[in-house]
């Protein structure tokens, strides 16, 4: 097969391992800096060009789109898909997992253990939202932050509300802002599931290595391997489901009333194979061979 991976360049490790396995394979490999890409839009011949190369003669394309690059880099995999061209993970998918209350809206839908979770643009009702979460602290995030930036733990009432406060005034966008219940038991840890087709293919578990109450590897935190309990297995795949990616990092804490779905990820990192010893990009690439002949699916989900 013919396979582009789109990314922002060939220096970063997940698509380096893409590339390799899906060499290994037998297939023909090019890296498309989708930020370069310009699509031609006109009644009954969609493009999408390449440094001059129509990217439509393609089998296969695997989008690894930065959460920055959202915006451009979902409407590049929807225009691809108006051409008929294969994607390991769909435009509207893409989209809608980089937003993290219509995540926790669909996850909440579909049955999917979540952390209490209110949304509002007034912070005067501040008591009333404490109390719906289940009272201090609380976890403040914007709904389209990324690698831990823009969450803040909130102790106290006071704090809340200052938070809250800077948030609305430095956010003139019209982001949401999510306020979350504080799972104590779970402070600074939590579990990246890696899922491929319907099945956790790699899990680890993240670790601080300070005080912080946030676990991303991006902020310094130390990865492991764990075993997943055949719940979490099952929360994973569904929450993976409920967001409509066939490929995805599901990540959860482990809470006393069982896994709580944190994020589920469209274009998540590799390290889970440096931390595991699992071939992760191995299962993406033959779940392509498996899929890519039969065209995408239909999204049933919605925006």
Known sequence: MKIAILSNGNGNYSTKRLKEEAELRGHTVKIIK?????????????????????LGKYDAVIPRIANYMTRYG?????????????????????????????SMQLLAKAGVGIPK?????????IDDL???IGGMPIIIKLARGVHGNGVVLAETKKAAKSVLQ???LSNDDGTNILLQ????ESAGTDIRAFVVGGRVVASMKRQSLDD???????????GVPVKLSDEEKKMAVKAARAMGLSVAGVD??????????LEVNASPGFGVEQVTGRNVAGAVIEYVERNAKRGSKKDKIGA
């Open 74 to 102: 979902s409407a590049i995999v929807r225009q691809l898909e108006a051409q008929g061209v294969y994607t390991v993970s769909s435009s509207i998918a893409i989209a809608r997992s980089r937003d993290k209350l219509r």
């Open 252 to 261: 959860m804490m482990r809470s006393e009333r069982g896994p709580l779905i």
């Open 117 to 125: 979770t209110v949304f509002s643009r007034n912070s005067t009702d």
């Open 181 to 184: 219940e504080f799972v104590k």
């Open 34 to 54: 989708y930020r370069e890409c310009y699509a031609s839009i006109e009644k009954n011949n969609p493009t999408v060009s390449y440094r001059g190369e129509d």
């Open 166 to 168: 800077a948030f609305y």
């Open 130 to 132: 404490i109390d719906k």
């Open 212 to 222: 912080d109450f946030r676990s991303n590897l991006h902020k310094g935190g130390a």
